[in-house]
């Protein structure tokens, strides 16, 4: 039972590139979200997904595209980087609507040169 | 929009000590989460707290929420080098999404 799973765990990008931050989970988990963490700015929610077939902007969303894949898939694309994006991006999920905490994946640690 | 503001951003303590951290909210959460982060690591669930001023209680660890449901605290008693990492309150404005505190880093010295 590996919870929530994200790849890769490091990445660096040029400026401008793209690429896709993979997240999976195994727990029939229901809402999904990203969030990204910055150094003195706790973690701010980038998008989430309260189930599959629905995606919500959170509060920092521009730069990103998400997609819910299935229910257990949950993917955060850059499509152009820029050196603002430089993070580090968790992805989590709950089992659904209600009174729940977060399981939270390793981390995806990025930078954007 | 919906904050949650926490304080202290760094606490040192030695250890054996207690530690506190605070959050609060400018409007009535739906409830209140609390997770630990170990360096390098990634958030981990403590605890929920729903009720108007619940108390909780983990081994040395108590959580109590406001009776406005608008502040919640963290104290550790008799700090362990075991506790170090950063507490993060998280407050659900019973929209379906956690905002985060700031967090309080905690660093023990032995």
């Known amino acids: 039972n590996a919870g929530v799973t994200q790849t890769p765990k490091f990445q660096v990008l040029k400026t401008g590139q793209s690429m896709t931050l993979q997240c999976a989970q195994d727990?029939?988990?229901?809402?999904m979200y990203w969030y990204r963490q910055d150094p003195g700015m706790g973690l701010r929610l980038i998008y989430y997904s309260a189930s599959e077939g629905t995606t919500d902007k959170g509060e920092v969303p521009n730069g990103y595209n998400v997609s819910r894949l299935n229910k257990r898939e949950f993917s955060l694309r850059l499509e152009s980087a820029a050196p603002s994006q430089t993070s580090v991006y968790f992805c989590?999920?709950?089992?659904?609507?209600?009174?729940?905490?977060?399981?939270f994946g390793s981390g995806t640690r990025l930078t954007v040169v | 929009g919906q904050q949650v503001m926490q304080i202290p951003q760094y606490q040192h303590v030695q250890e054996g000590e207690d530690f506190t951290t605070y959050c609060n909210s400018s409007t009535t959460l739906s409830n209140i989460q609390w997770y630990k982060q170990r360096p390098g690591g990634h958030p981990v669930f403590l605890i929920q707290?729903?009720?108007?001023?619940e108390v909780k209680k983990q081994k040395r660890l108590t959580f109590q929420f406001g009776e406005a449901k608008k502040n919640s605290s963290l104290h550790i008693t008799a700090t362990q080098t075991t506790d170090v990492g950063t507490y993060f309150c998280a407050g659900d404005f019973g929209n379906e999404k956690l905002t985060f505190g700031t967090g309080t880093r905690l660093t023990i010295i032995p």
């Open positions: 989590a999920s709950k089992p659904g609507t209600g009174n729940y905490g977060y399981t």
């Open positions: 727990m029939n988990h229901n809402s």
């Open positions: 707290l729903v009720k108007s001023g």
